[in-house]
């Protein structure tokens, strides 16, 4: 099957690793809107004419589905474009009702971006499943950036981390739930700042179950590591595309290359 991935920017390669895992033998199509990058931080009406727009061109490349893999997208405008496609619109959510159903104890901290925070789709969320007030929320808009540009460390981004988390007692909490696919690129720092035996979730894993769910697809249970030595290796089964246009660009495809090895090392950070 032909599966589209769309995301604001790089984020979204993080939940389309994941299917390279569960799902090895599908084609895709990924779609970077990095015209547009951040989407964290615009007004609703913007992101859904770049929701609309980007599903669009995913939809005209004959794909089976469409994966939002973006949590900012999903919280303004699935449930519009599921009213618009036929096809299946698979999104994300923050992990927050794995992250309830797992912490026996402690405090959960869900980061995201001021968008996904504010929006009713994950007020909702939490008002349905968190009983017991356990669930806390904390933006962290500047990481999406850092990942654009591959600053994965560093003292800016140590100093921006230190700075977010040194507005919640991070000794309260026992779950930190990454609530933006670009948050999963930093896994190897949040460590630094909470207990060792703080447990982080996202929704990537979840996705990707309940895409092949939708499509009747069986899943690959191995944990073989995905390690790319070159670019025709990342290219064996996925075109990317940013903003409509195919990635051709050596450069880019290397900054691609990159960043599923760094995904692929921090997918082994619990």
Do not use: W
């Not at 969320?125 to 540009?149: C, G, K, N, S, Y």
């Not at 996202?202 to 390690?227: C, F, M």
Request: glycine share 6%.
């Amino acid at each position: 099957m032909k599966i589209g991935f769309y995301d604001s920017g790089i984020g979204g390669l993080s939940v389309l690793h994941e299917a390279y895992h569960q799902l090895p033998e599908e084609e895709y199509l990924f779609y970077a809107d990095t015209d547009h990058v951040p989407y964290g931080t615009k007004e609703k009406e913007e992101i859904l004419g770049f929701a609309r727009e980007s599903v669009n061109f995913l939809v005209e490349q004959g794909v089976d589905a469409v994966v939002i893999a973006c949590n900012t997208a999903t919280s303004v405008a699935v449930e519009i474009l599921r009213q618009e496609y036929s096809l299946p619109i698979v999104s994300m959510e923050p992990a927050v009702k794995p992250a309830v159903e797992h912490a026996d104890h402690g405090r959960i901290l869900v980061i995201a971006t001021p968008v996904t925070l504010r929006e009713a789709k994950l007020k909702n969320l939490i008002d349905r499943v968190d009983e017991r007030h356990q669930v806390d929320l904390l933006p962290m808009p500047e990481l999406v950036r850092f990942a654009e540009t591959e600053k994965f460390s560093g003292d800016e981004v140590l100093h921006y981390l230190e700075d977010r988390f040194k507005q919640v007692d991070t000794s309260k909490y026992s779950t930190l739930v990454l609530g933006c696919t670009h948050f999963n690129y930093f896994k190897d720092l949040y460590r630094q700042f909470f207990p060792g035996n703080i447990q982080l979730m996202d929704g990537n894993y979840g996705t990707v179950r309940h895409l092949a769910h939708r499509l009747g697809i069986e899943r690959r249970k191995d944990s073989e590591r995905i390690i790319f030595t070159t670019r025709s290796e990342m290219l064996r089964n996925t075109v990317y595309f940013a903003s409509g246009r195919k990635v051709e660009d050596p450069g880019m495809l290397e900054h691609f290359r990159r960043l599923h090895n760094r995904l692929e090392d921090m997918r082994e950070i619990q």
